[in-house]
Structures are given as C-alpha cells and as structure tokens.
C-alpha cells in the first residue's frame, strides 16, 4: 500500500521557525508536493521536490531524502496568516502531476 | 487569467437524488484531476481524465460515480443516488501535462446529504 505520514497538528509563535517533517513509502516515486490549505479553501501549491536536497523560496524551504523517504517542510519568520493545514503528496508517475497521494495534513496553528 | 472555477460551491441533495459537479480548468490546461475530502481526512484521488478519455480512475467508485471531460464545456463528476456517507468536499485540479510540476486545484464544491 501506499503511506504518507505527517503529524497531525503543530504549533509555533509568530516570527519563529517550523519544520513540518513528512515520511512516505509508496510503490514509486516521481517528486514530492507540499501545499498549503486554508480551511474552507482551496490547496495552493508551496513546494516541487524531485532530487535530494534543499529548494528555497522566500520564508519556504522544502528538503527531500529519496533514500530515507524523508521531506521536511520549513517556514520561517512565521506570521499569523501562515495558520493552515500543510500537505505532503507524492506523485508516482511522470507527466502526472494532478495524479497525487496526500497525507493527512499538518494543521499549523501560529500564536501571537 | 482565471484559475479552475468549480460550481457549485455548496450543494444539498437529499439520500436518492443525483449530484453533478462541474469543473471548469485553467485557460490551456487539458488535464483533470477529481479528489475527494472527508472531514479530519486527506485528499484521496478518484479519476485522472485528459479531453474526452479517462485515464486513471482507480480511485472512483465502482458503483454510482462517473466522470467526463468532454471536448467541449466543463469536466463533470456526477453521483448517482446519493448517500449520506457520500457527504464531503470534492476538489477539482488541473494541470498542462508538460513542463511544470504543479497542479491547480479549485475552491472545491461541498456535497452535503440529507
């Protein structure tokens, strides 16, 4: 089967640092997604990782380990606006970036 | 340049009727993707479907659901004789099939059973 694994909720101060950690083991793998979601919203797309390493863009930053199945998602300089769920996916094929397998989200909440 | 436009946003039917859920994607996407969300639950795909043919739907229903992209108009996701257990957000995205990674997602319509 397929598996993805986020922690349920997490909580931060504003202006400080998150790290929303997410595991997977699936049958295939061909990148992994984090997006945020507000409630009542729709997803919006954070984050694209398909080799190790770091991506950086602005306050976000996502890592990706292939060989532990490991990805990280970090914000910095959190504010109040970044409260919202924040969901890892894994695609397992290529040219089918829509065709995803979610975790259940992380649900951040930002305090004063 | 509009984003995917789903519609209704809020639907009530009542055990036994027909839902239809419409899904317009973004200006030159020719990729769908239909998802559903249950409360405290993630996104589960259901169907992948390009202009006119679908291409992955092991994630629908066997039974009462279908989907369609026809060549002209909106993707369709239709639910025959609705239950309550059918009761949940359903999310439409949309993607070009080629150079980026990500995919669109719309603000989603909330299916509620009565």
């Known amino acids: 089967g397929q598996n993805i694994d986020q922690p349920t909720e997490m909580t931060a101060t504003e202006g400080a640092i998150v790290q929303i950690n997410c595991t997977y083991q699936?049958?295939?793998?061909?990148?992994l997604f984090w997006y945020q979601q507000h409630a009542g919203e729709a997803p919006t797309f954070l984050s694209y990782?398909?080799?190790?390493g770091l991506e950086e863009k602005g306050r976000f930053s996502s890592f990706l380990s292939r060989s532990k199945g490991y990805s990280y998602l970090l914000l910095k300089e959190l504010q109040m606006k970044d409260s919202a769920s924040y969901l890892c996916?894994?695609?397992?094929?290529?040219?089918?970036?829509?065709?995803?397998?979610f975790g259940k989200g992380t649900k951040l909440s930002v305090k004063p | 340049n509009a984003g995917v436009m789903q519609n209704p946003r809020h639907l009530v039917r009542r055990r036994g009727q027909e839902a239809r859920l419409r899904c317009s994607p973004m200006?030159?996407?020719?990729?769908v993707y239909w998802y559903r969300q249950l409360p405290e639950e993630g996104l589960k795909f259901m169907v992948y479907?390009?202009?006119?043919?679908?291409?992955?739907e092991s994630g629908m229903p066997k039974e009462r659901f279908s989907a369609e992209f026809p060549k002209e108009g909106p993707s369709i996701l239709r639910i025959q004789q609705v239950v309550r257990g059918d009761s949940a957000a359903y999310f439409c995205?949309?993607?070009?099939?080629?150079?980026?990674?990500?995919?669109?997602f719309g603000q989603g319509t909330r299916l509620t059973v009565v």
């Open positions: 699936t049958s295939g793998f061909n990148g």
């Open positions: 995205a949309s993607s070009d099939g080629r150079g980026a990674p990500e995919a669109f």
């Open positions: 996916a894994v695609t397992l094929r290529r040219g089918s970036q829509g065709n995803l397998i």
């Open positions: 990782n398909v080799l190790d």
């Open positions: 200006k030159g996407h020719s990729h």
């Open positions: 479907l390009q202009k006119e043919n679908i291409i992955d």
